[in-house]
Each structure stands twice: as C-alpha cells, then as structure tokens.
C-alpha cells in the first residue's frame, strides 16, 4: 500500500487504509467472523491510531467494521465496552456501527466528532470554582424556597426546565458555544457576574410582572432548571472530592 506520509489521514487515503483493513482482518477467502476475539483487539488498536490523526478516519474505520462483519463489529463492542469508555472521546463514535450502510453523511460524521468533543470536555471530575458553589447555594436555596411557597408547581414544566438547564450546564457548556460564553462570563471578573445575574434576574421578574404570562408553567420551569443547576454543581464537587482523594491512596 503506497501512501503520501505528509497527508495520509486526506479522503483518499483514508478509502486505502479502509482497504488495508479489508486484507488485514478478512482477507481472500478467510471467513470474517472468524476468531472475532482476538481480532477484536486489533482492530482496537488500529482505530486508536486512526483517532488520534482524524476523529472522521476512526468513524469510517468503523463503519467499515460494520460493513464487514457485523458480528466482529459485535464482539468488538462488548469485549472492550470499558475500555473505550476511559478513552478520550472515542466511544460516541462506535454508535455509527449500528447505522445501515451508506446513510451517514458528512454531517452526521461531524455531529458524532463535536459529541466526542463535548463529552470527554465535561466531565464531573473537573472541581467547580468557588463562585460556582456560591452561586449554587444561592439558586437552591431560592429553589426551594419556592417549593415551601405558596405557588403551584406543574411537574410537566419542572422536568423540561430540569432537562434544558441540565443540558445548557453540562454538555452543553462543554460545547465551543458554551466554551465561549464561558470565558467571556470568567473575563468580567466577580463583581460583573454578579452584577449580569442580578441583571437577569430583574429582567425576569419585570418580564413576568408586566406581561400577561402564564405564571405557573414559568415558575415552574425555571424552579426546576435552577434545583438541577445547583444538583449539578454539588455532584461536581462531591465526586471531584472522591477522585482526588482516590488518586492521593
């Protein structure tokens, strides 16, 4: 296989190496599921290497695993589950084995490489700064707060504000958006976030005050964002403890 060192992870060389793999791990004549174990390992390594050049070289490989052999794609995922798991990134990826062939786009391999991207960037082993346990202290308390208040809570409206706050102070703050946010809300330093959450929530409280609003579902929806918010940075900072104290045994 002849292959240009200076851009071997480019698309055509990435069709030349999928072909390796074709000679390599089936070969003429050589049934494909066979001793899918021990093959398994290799095809894990291989992708390792792919990944670390080019997430989208990884992907194709493996598609073109289970192209292949689905039941070597199979073993492939079951025997080294944990493994891939500890790996940076690469496991979101392995879910493309279980698309037809052929149906995944340009933009369904980019969409997969920013989930790697976003998932091994958040992480709750990263401890939370100081502000962000004060804050979290100060939303939980209003949240609950709300609960022994007199107004209703619709639980419909509690879940989906938990699940799109849970998102937007997760994953999605790992995302190059949230990333950028971030280090503009790091920029202007305590006094201005204070100062923009304060701003925030006056907003919120005119907006609801002098708008014919629907309190119920508001109020619920931003009780429920606000509990999981702090929920979130607490379990950060509880298993970012028991890490490090792991790590010092």
């Keep these: 296989m002849e292959v240009s060192s200076s851009s071997i992870w480019d698309t055509n060389n990435i069709e030349l190496l999928t072909s390796w793999f ?7 004549g050589v049934e494909p599921n066979a001793d899918a174990p021990r ?8 992708i390792k290497e792919f990944y670390r050049h080019s997430p989208l070289a990884a992907v194709r490989l493996i598609v073109r695993v289970g192209e292949v052999s689905p039941i070597l794609a199979q073993t492939f995922l079951s025997i080294r589950s944990i493994k891939i798991r500890r790996e940076r990134g690469i496991f979101p990826a392995f879910f ?6 052929g149906i995944i786009s340009s933009r369904e391999l ?11 960037t958040w992480s709750l082993r990263t401890k939370p700064s100081w502000w962000e346990i004060a804050l979290a202290v100060l939303i939980g308390a209003e949240a609950l707060v709300n609960f022994a208040g007199d107004n209703e809570i ?13 998102l937007a102070a997760g994953p999605g703050a790992a995302s190059d958006v949230g990333q950028q946010i971030g280090t503009w809300f790091k920029s202007i330093g305590v006094a201005g976030r204070l100062l923009a959450i304060i701003g925030f929530a006056v907003m919120m409280w005119a907006t609801t005050a002098t708008l014919p609003f629907v309190r119920t579902p508001l109020y619920s929806l931003s009780t429920g964002g606000l509990l999981t918010i702090a929920v979130l940075v607490f379990l950060k900072l509880v298993v970012s403890s028991l890490t490090t104290e792991a790590q010092s045994e």
């Design 22 to 28: 074709d000679v390599q791990y089936t070969g003429a």
């Design 39 to 46: 093959r398994s390992g290799g095809i894990y390594d291989l």
């Design 96 to 101: 493309a084995i279980v698309l037809p062939p």
């Design 110 to 120: 980019y969409s997969i490489q920013m989930t790697s991207h976003i998932t091994s």
């Design 154 to 166: 619709a639980w419909f409206w509690f879940m989906i504000g938990s699940a799109m706050f849970g």
